[in-house]
């Protein structure tokens, strides 16, 4: 019955130009991809975003490619040892929390030891 109310309200302010002249008016809505984030989290995800702060498996994905830079740099073995442990720590990490929740990062052991052999081969 609102629903119906409403309707024909939105209807008749619509036919008399009422939206015509709105700010944005042909703009595509600018729209935050915030839908998979729980709503009591949406304020801080959106004030830690502000701020310019990466999410959890995102800055440790960037640490991950920066040690590995480092690591392709190091000369020796024992130059490599401190990169490699960073490196294992932060995928044991990414693995445990798996990016629960986006669900967009899945690490399994398999490729886990493909990384770590990889960083020892050099």
Do not use: C, W
Not at 3 to 24: M, T
Not at 35 to 41: H, K, M, N, Q, Y
Not at 88 to 107: D, K, M, N, P, V
Not at 116 to 121: G, K, P, S, W
């Amino acid at each position: 019955m609102i629903d119906a109310l409403v309707e024909e309200r939105v209807a008749r302010a619509q036919a008399a130009g009422e939206f015509d002249d709105l700010p944005g008016a042909g703009k595509p809505l600018a729209l935050d991809d915030d839908a998979l984030v729980p709503e009591d989290l949406r304020v801080a995800h959106r004030i830690l975003k502000n701020a310019g702060v990466l999410p959890a498996h995102v800055q440790a994905l960037k640490d991950i490619h920066a040690l590995a830079q480092s690591i392709d740099a190091g000369a020796d073995q024992p130059a490599r040892r401190k990169p490699m442990a960073r490196v294992s720590l932060l995928l044991e990490r990414l693995a445990q929390t798996r990016a629960a929740a986006s669900g967009t990062i899945h690490l399994d052991e398999s490729y886990y030891r493909q990384v770590m052999e990889r960083f020892l081969q050099r």
